[in-house]
């Protein structure tokens, strides 16, 4: 019975320490896509959003597959993700003193509402226009495609 029990302790120890070993990311941009390979254009399996956890299981280059918290399998570009660091003391926080994955999102750029209210009431002659209407664009994949061919960029650097 001595044995059985300092088995399954053991088991348990192992297995909290895998967990604590395996390295997880977070996802920093809007949103990004789980690909298919580790490509830019391999086929999007999944998209993912600010502040998604990811799980570590293989890296090639840039590129980072990864396990995402309902099951599925792909690939992310390392741009998209930062180690997401585990704050032991932040368990027993209350959701209050936690921040949104919009408001990290906007902090690591170092912009908030705050700052964006302080800054357009300082400059009430200035037009956002502009500004707003670019964080509503969006650019087609064949777009991106042609931009990344002609330029030579991302997976088509040195391409001909």
């Not at 959003?49 to 309902?70: C, M, N, S």
């Not at 032991?88 to 926080?93: D, R």
Request: net charge positive; aromatic share 8%.
């Amino acid at each position: 019975m001595k044995r059985n029990t300092i088995t399954v302790i053991m088991g348990c120890v192992l297995l909290a320490a895998a967990l604590f070993a395996a390295q997880t990311y977070a996802v920093k941009v809007r949103t990004s896509a789980l690909r298919s390979g580790p490509k830019f254009f391999a086929s999007s399996l999944l998209n993912v959003k600010t502040g998604d956890g990811l799980l570590l299981l293989k890296r090639e280059a840039d590129w980072l597959q990864v396990k995402a918290p309902g099951g599925q399998v792909g690939w992310i570009h390392v741009s998209a993700v930062e180690p997401k660091k585990i704050d032991i003391l932040a368990w027993n926080k209350s959701t209050k003193n936690q921040a949104s994955a919009t408001e990290v999102a906007m902090a690591a750029k170092g912009f908030n509402k705050q700052v964006e209210s302080s800054y357009r009431a300082r400059n009430k002659n200035i037009s956002f226009v502009w500004v707003d209407k670019m964080a509503r664009m969006a650019v087609g994949r064949a777009q991106l495609e042609a931009f990344l061919r002609q330029g030579r960029l991302g997976e088509f650097r040195g391409v001909k």
